[in-house]
């Protein structure tokens, strides 16, 4: 079988500069896009190498660390428009429903699998996306986002990563329990 192309939407990659350059300023998104090989304004519904999206995340990671890479995450569903809205107002049941939907839209590979079964327990598993810690990271916050904006007192554990040899990246987004 052959590869699958990896490629990111355009806009969903340039919601982590628009990141940068709010919490670092104009000289922070100029480096981080340099850095990241991302020229102009990348075009919503265009696909690109998924390879800027990493950079970003690489380049955030070594400005920031781990916090700043969460901290992105976290900055994600309060600025995805639909999803955004439905994080406000939606149960967590449709938000995770509507990040495996939007998965597909995203990306050119992988896939995301969600199981809502239990009541306040979110199961999200990534399959051929793994690209490196920081991603990782970087899910983790989107999800921390998530809780976040919908006001509740949950929290996201990963339990399984693919870089460490496990099918897939899982995170168990607990929607209203302490860690």
Do not use: H
């Given at each position: 079988m052959p590869e699958v192309e990896r490629k990111t939407r355009g806009d969903a990659i340039n919601t982590y500069p628009k990141f940068v350059k709010k919490k670092w300023g104009a000289d922070g998104y100029n480096a981080c896009k340099e850095a990241s090989g991302i020229q102009g304004e990348l075009k919503t519904g265009t696909?690109?190498?998924?390879?800027?999206?990493?950079?970003?995340?690489?380049?955030i990671h070594d400005k920031k660390g781990d916090q700043g890479l969460l901290e992105a995450g976290r900055f994600i569903p309060a600025n995805l428009g639909v999803i955004g809205w439905?994080?406000?107002?939606?149960?967590?049941?449709?938000?995770?429903?509507?990040?495996?939907k939007n998965f597909g839209e995203i990306?050119?590979?992988?896939?995301?699998e969600v199981d809502v079964s239990k009541p306040d327990v979110s199961v999200v598993q990534f399959y051929d996306i793994y690209a490196g810690p920081e991603r990782c990271l970087v899910w983790k916050g989107i999800f921390e986002?998530?809780?976040?904006?919908?006001?509740?007192?949950?929290?996201?554990?990963?339990?399984?990563?693919?870089?460490k040899g496990d099918p897939c990246c899982e995170y168990i987004v607990y929607w209203n329990k302490s860690s």
């Open positions: 696909y690109y190498p998924d390879e800027m999206m990493v950079n970003v995340y690489k380049w439905l994080a406000r107002f939606g149960t967590p049941e449709m938000i995770i429903k509507r990040v495996q990306y050119t590979f992988g896939r995301g986002g998530f809780i976040s904006i919908t006001k509740r007192q949950g929290y996201v554990e990963k339990t399984k990563c693919a870089g």
